[in-house]
């Protein structure tokens, strides 16, 4: 009988669908002011990336997307004094940054779905 093992390295096909959609979610939620909301699409993207991409630039924006959106979300959680929402607390910057970093999981996934369809 032969079985067949899967590495960890094994090269999708295409960015999975869920990950392209809540990549897409996350400007909007960050933008019209439901941050703590976007840590289901961030926590989505995170956890699909790292296990489905071994490396690339995708992994990467990814990374970089949970640190930019843990960041806010660790000082507001933190923070004595905190705001009500994470919205009110989070700078202007920081919603910035993950804006650009969800638009470069965008591109990266648009960029791997070129390459290797």
Known sequence: MTTTHISAT???DSVPRKVTISAWTIPLLVLGQFS????IPVTIIVVSVLRHFSSGPI???AIALGASFATPLAIWALRPDRAPSLSKDMS?????LIVAAAVGVILSGYRWNKENV
């Not at 202007?92 to 910035?96: C, D, E, I, Q, S």
């Open 36 to 39: 703590f909301v976007a840590t």
């Open 10 to 12: 094994t090269r999708h």
């Open 59 to 61: 992994r990467w924006a």
């Open 92 to 96: 202007p910057t920081f919603a910035g």
